[in-house]
Nanobody
């Protein structure tokens, strides 16, 4: 099995910064894409940012210029650096990843993290 463990949530003041981490463990041969989603109370889950193994990134319009997604392939870890935080960024943030399993031919996996809540409040 493959698991994702997130860390880094908490309480931050408006305008502040925070970095979320997501580490994958288990029978992994390669992680293709790592994503961060978020779900605010009463709203649908939305894609925040995505990064391929090669490092190509995409962002939701609402976070462009403020959030940066990155990854360390050697550590099977992804990061979401969030700057200039606003109250509307308050949500539970979920890490998501897909990739290949070991041993060969292990097939593919798609997993979600447990969710990391954080609140932007003064």
């Amino acid at each position: 099995q493959v698991h994702l463990v997130e860390s880094g949530g908490g309480l931050v003041q408006p305008g502040g910064s925070l970095r979320l981490s997501c580490t994958a463990s288990g029978s992994i041969s390669s992680i293709y894409t790592m994503d961060w989603y978020r779900q605010a109370p009463g709203k649908q889950r939305e894609l925040v940012a995505s990064i391929t193994r090669a490092g190509k990134t995409t962002y939701a319009d609402s976070v462009k210029g403020r959030f940066t997604i990155s990854r360390d392939n050697a550590k099977n870890t992804g990061y979401l650096q969030m700057n200039s935080l606003k109250s509307e960024d308050t949500a539970v943030y979920y890490c998501h990843a897909d990739g290949g399993r070991t041993p060969y031919p292990g097939g593919t996996f798609e997993v979600w993290g447990q969710g990391t809540p954080f609140t932007i409040s003064s």
